[in-house]
């Protein structure tokens, strides 16, 4: 699944990413407001908050510096319990149970794109308007979290972490196995994996049998496709019967079996490609900006030898460039059915435009490089140098369809379905499949 909280800090360290343990028993509680930090913080109350940065990830430390002033200045208690990684069923069986939180801070993808139509959350374009928000947020921030990506569609929660999605190149180990620039063609690709694995360097490193191998998998398969036929695909099926598309999955099978990808990669995770490619056992991978600060935290000073790009193209490509992704369903805020109470909506009001205050988007831009969903100028905020390579980006590579809200609730069978692409499974096999996990 798209999580844009990766653990590989911890696993470039040798520690084991243990599950969390936390539950939802906050949620709904009656638990007595925190005393107001200062004199003038006299509302009190609480709030129930589950949240997709969790302890350890690059946000963590901001959202908390931010829940932390608000309680000071509102005396507002947050109960905040940590999302787990399935989040989207934390939260429906919290739901079910009548212990609803009131605020959810989590991605756009998988079941939390329908989660509007299933009565879980409220629509927001009032709030927008009404929180002061309307002349401050991006359009194409808004309009990916409406439903269906358009622009019209009701507004399934605010968004906050915008994201880019380039490929990494390890300079240092392309240079030591004799490759003299960063692969631009799947040709040039394949015969630098080739030299790679002859220097005993992996090549490409992605986790096959999850989101971050899902997403790698469409960015290759759109390779020959228009981006409004990949999205009524993606939306409907027809893998099958779209011969463009049919031609991009064919063209992974090929990368695949001329080994570009790292050995047993259908049985890898997220957390696996971070610890590799951190630590020099693989040259290439494809990660989000969320990954910029974390890197710098493993200690192993791969930042700096990094350049970003994009994923190589083949002849007759769709896209003149390397694609890359980027877009703005990383981490938002939907409020549920109980936070939109009259008696909870004015916390929840407060809770979330802190978080949309310059300094505070300022501060995560810094600590966690996210792309601002507001406007304004926040380069002095870019300090991570990664951060600073990606935003030079826009003239080398072209933006792919991210797949995240056009394959909605079809995204873990979809995800089980690539496992078996990442291992031996045939062009007409992946796309029958992708049409029946699509078709539900």
């Keep these: ?46 709030i129930d908050v589950v949240t997709r940065w969790s302890s350890g990830n690059s946000a963590a430390a901001a959202q908390k510096r931010v829940f932390d002033a608000f309680t000071a200045e509102t005396g507002i208690k947050i109960n905040s319990t940590e999302g787990l990684e399935a989040i989207d069923d934390q939260v429906e069986n919290a739901v079910a149970a009548g ?36 002349g401050k947020m991006k359009p194409e921030a808004l309009d990916e979290w409406r439903v269906g ?30 490759v003299t620039a960063v692969p631009k063609t799947t040709d040039e690709l394949i015969d630098a994996a080739e030299k790679l694995r002859e220097a005993g360097i992996g090549p490409v490193t992605v986790g096959g049998n999850d989101w971050s191998g899902q997403k790698l998998f469409y960015q290759i398969a759109q390779s020959f496709t228009d981006a409004a036929t990949m999205k009524k695909v993606m939306r409907e099926g027809g893998y099958c019967a779209t011969p463009t598309v049919l031609n991009g999955i064919k063209l992974f099978t090929d990368l695949r079996d001329a080994k570009v990808f790292v050995d047993n990669v259908a049985g890898l995770s997220a957390d696996d490609m971070y610890a590799s490619f951190y630590s020099g056992k693989a040259a290439i991978m494809s990660a989000g900006s969320w990954a910029y600060t974390e890197s710098a935290a493993s200690g192993t000073g791969i930042e700096k030898h990094t350049t970003l790009g994009g994923f190589p193209v083949p002849s007759g490509s769709a896209y003149p460039k390397p ?112 049409d029946t996990a699509t078709k539900g």
């Design 323 to 434: 694609t890359a992704y980027q877009g703005f369903t990383g981490v938002g805020f939907m409020i549920t059915k109980q936070g939109a109470q009259p008696d909870r909506i004015d916390k929840v009001r407060q809770l979330v435009t802190k978080f949309y205050a310059e300094a505070a988007v300022g501060d995560f831009v810094k600590d966690a490089s996210i792309l601002p969903p507001i406007s304004g100028d926040f380069a002095s905020y870019a300090t991570d140098p990664l951060l600073a390579k990606s935003l030079g980006l826009e003239a080398a590579v072209d933006y792919a369809v991210l797949p995240d809200v056009w394959i909605g609730s079809a995204s873990d069978p979809i995800t089980q379905v690539l496992t078996g692409a990442y291992g031996e499974s045939t062009p007409q096999e992946i796309c029958a499949a992708l």
């Design 149 to 178: 990506g358009v622009a019209g569609g009701e507004l399934q929660g605010l968004p906050f972490s915008g994201f880019s999605w380039p490929l990494w190149y390890n300079d240092e180990l392309l240079a030591k196995a004799g």
């Design 99 to 134: 212990k609803s939180p009131d605020l959810v801070i989590v991605n756009l993808f998988d079941k939390t794109v329908g989660w509007l139509e299933a009565g879980v959350t409220v629509p927001v374009d009032q709030y927008v308007k009404d929180w002061g928000l309307a």
């Design 1 to 46: 699944m798209h999580r844009t909280t990766p653990r590989a800090v911890r696993a470039v360290a040798a520690f084991a990413v243990g599950a969390l343990t936390l539950s939802l028993a906050a949620c709904g509680s009656d638990e007595p407001a925190a005393p107001a930090a200062t004199a003038g913080a006299a509302q009190g109350g609480s």
